[in-house]
């Protein structure tokens, strides 16, 4: 018998005969159908040879020194099991017993020292959030608003198990999800282990992945990690994905990038005057192609979202779709969005942003298409 979500979503089964998405997708590919380990198996079993008491009198520097050292070791696993991953090699990763300390116990270490002076994101407000709210209106306990299999993703990842997080690092002036970014205190609190019961649940009952979203995950990194210890403990396999702002601090970047098997990341801005303008972040273009390159240069599965704004073709489209072409083209795949509508400030003064007060047209969102098209990149698997 169908399942629900395959009445909805066929596509969702039929895009996996698509030769490019199973190669571009391959280690997400195996790790949904439990042939892979999820990468946080693998950091929560690498063992570090160290007491627990020995990791908690290290200085942060000295944790950041041992998190480098044994990261490398974790990626050099992860690669080979790319290339063949045996029954024994998953369960060698996924069912042993987890050692005292590994990487997962320094990076989730290292990710509570930082509350003390945030830098999860590039604002850096350097906050202590075990005091007060960050510029992302987070304090250390974080909240979700909902949490279900969302149908409506790209087709590879439904149905998705979602996990909204109330707060964000951005300010978008047209945000699609303003209740819950701009409201954090709306949602409710949420500790690790209940993070790991949703997570066991929500794959328990069919999500092929474990979606971090918003507002934005960012702010929420400490919990995730530690969430990842309990999944671990549980023996539950399941891949996570990171849907963000890609706004990261470096340090921020190097705690998540070991443990996840997917990125959908949104590339919103060609440049950084309009990410100042419309979401009221400073460098918004090189934060984002830095910490876009990192993916691309590790070869990490990977869908990309560009929204197209009306107006801001020549400005945003454009060069996105460039960088895409240029850094991460044959690897990364493409959602060219077409759902953009005015929302929260812009819908309430649309004067003072005129240019994105209305939704895009179908000549430019064929424009974007063709662009797509003639760079070479590949997009209409995940567009819908
Ligand atoms: S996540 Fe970013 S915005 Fe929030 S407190 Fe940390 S540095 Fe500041």
Known sequence: MLREWELIRPDAIYVWENKEVRERLCWYYEVMRDRAPAKYHICARLEIPMKKDELLQLKTEELWKLHDKYAEEVDKIWRELKTKCTIEDFRRWTETSLPETSLLDVKIL?????????????????VNRFERKGACLTTATMRISSYFHHPGEEAPLVPSGTIFFTGCTFRCVYCQNWEISQYPDEGDPVNAKQLAIIQKWLRETGAR?????????????????????????????????????????????????????IWLPDMKYGNNKCGERLSIVKRYWDVITRNMKMLADRDEDCII??????????????????????????????????????????????????????????????????YARELGLCWEPVTR
């Not at 969430?227 to 705690?255: D, H, I, T």
């Not at 077409?338 to 969102?365: C, F, G, M, S």
């Open 110 to 126: 290292i990710a509570y020292r930082t509350l003390k002076e945030c830098i999860f994101c590039e604002r850096k407000c350097k």
């Open 209 to 261: 992945n474990i979606n971090w979203v918003g507002g934005d995950p960012t702010p929420a990194i400490h919990v995730i990690l530690e969430s990842f210890k309990y999944l671990a403990e549980w023996g539950v396999n399941v891949p996570q994905l990171w849907n963000s702002n890609m706004y990261l601090s470096v340090e921020g970047m190097k705690l998540i990038l070991h443990v996840m098997d």
């Open 305 to 370: 979202r560009h929204l197209v704004l009306p107006n801001h073709l020549e400005c945003c489209t454009k060069p996105v779709l460039e960088w895409i072409a240029k850094n991460y083209k044959d690897k990364a795949l493409v959602n060219i969005m077409d759902q953009y509508r005015p929302e929260w400030l812009v819908a309430k003064y649309p004067h003072k942003w005129p240019d994105i007060a209305r939704r895009p047209t179908r000549r430019e969102i064929e424009q974007a298409y063709n």
